[in-house]
């Protein structure tokens, strides 16, 4: 509020100086230079209240913009608070002694998984494993098995078939 109620005091300084600098001029032209010195020292004295004014807005909106980034630094700092006072909240609950506790349990729960699996992957001796070769084999071979081929040699010439003779009768088809 203060910046703006200096800005509005400049400006009418600065209307008031042209204002005064006219009027110097035409009592220059009316012969009354006395006069016109004295409106002249006025009017520098008002250029030196303008650059004051100027200091001192300048010197408004540095602290505007220090208040301004003062309360974004408390902002900061007030959540850095908060984040602090979690932490101690979880460091609370959950202790370094009780952190190695479970990462000591986890690493013997799989070290014990491991010896079970090497136990079972171990306990199939070479016997075994040609047992398990053949039984797949077999299946294997059940899967690939064709119908036999006649061991009679085909005919040279194919008898030719009626398309009568070989459609099925109209009491097959219905039951069947």
């Keep these: 509020q203060q910046r703006d109620k200096l800005r509005?005091?400049?400006?009418?300084?600065?209307?008031?100086?042209?204002?005064?600098?006219?009027?110097?001029?035409?009592?220059?032209?009316?012969?009354?230079?006395?006069?016109?010195?004295l409106l002249l020292k006025k009017k520098r004295y008002q250029e030196q209240l303008l650059d004051k004014t100027e200091n001192q807005i300048s010197n408004l909106e540095r602290m505007v913009q220090d208040i301004e980034f003062t309360q974004i630094e408390m902002k900061v700092i007030e959540g850095l608070k908060v984040g602090n006072e979690c932490l101690n909240k979880m460091h609370q609950v959950m202790s370094i002694e009780e952190v190695e506790r479970i990462i000591g349990e986890t690493q013997d729960a799989v070290e014990y998984q491991r010896q079970i699996d090497e136990l079972l992957a171990g306990s199939l001796t070479e016997e075994d494993e040609d047992a398990i070769l053949e039984e797949l084999n077999a299946i294997t071979q059940e899967q690939l098995e064709l119908p036999e081929v006649p061991s009679e040699p085909l005919p040279e010439k194919i008898p030719e078939v009626s398309p009568i003779k070989n459609r099925p009768k109209p009491e097959l088809v219905a039951a069947s």
């Design 8 to 37: 509005q005091y400049q400006k009418r300084l600065s209307l008031g100086l042209e204002r005064e600098r006219a009027l110097a001029r035409q009592l220059l032209r009316d012969g009354k230079k006395e006069k016109a010195m």
